[in-house]
């Protein structure tokens, strides 16, 4: 019996941060502050390459170290990169495909 391999799987590794809930929400209330709780979530490589601009020494460094602040303007340049798979706040939750 022959296997039919036509089709490459991939999976993609992800990573899911913590925000601050303004991040997550559209051009609505972009001044103001939110304190709620939100998440998003990105490609580790991606999400690597933000953490080792922001001066981090690896990825794990950023992982045990970040605070909200640290990704603020993460889901905006998520989004703007094309690398935003999906986002969440104590409110409701939405899956980008």
């Known amino acids: 019996m022959k296997k039919e391999n036509n089709m490459q799987h991939y999976r993609e590794r992800l990573v899911t941060l913590n925000c601050y809930s303004n991040q997550i929400r559209y051009n609505d209330h972009?001044?103001?502050?939110?304190?709620?709780?939100?998440?998003?979530?990105?490609?580790?490589?991606?999400?690597?390459?933000?953490?080792?601009?922001?001066?981090?020494?690896?990825?794990?460094?950023?992982?045990?170290?970040?605070?909200?602040?640290?990704?603020?303007?993460?889901?905006?340049?998520?989004?703007?990169?094309g690398q935003l798979r999906a986002y969440g706040h104590q409110s409701g939750h939405g899956i980008i495909k």
């Open 30 to 81: 972009e001044d103001q502050e939110y304190s709620e709780p939100a998440w998003f979530t990105v490609p580790i490589r991606w999400a690597r390459m933000k953490a080792l601009k922001q001066g981090y020494n690896s990825f794990t460094e950023f992982i045990l170290n970040y605070t909200w602040d640290d990704t603020d303007g993460w889901v905006y340049d998520a989004r703007k990169d």
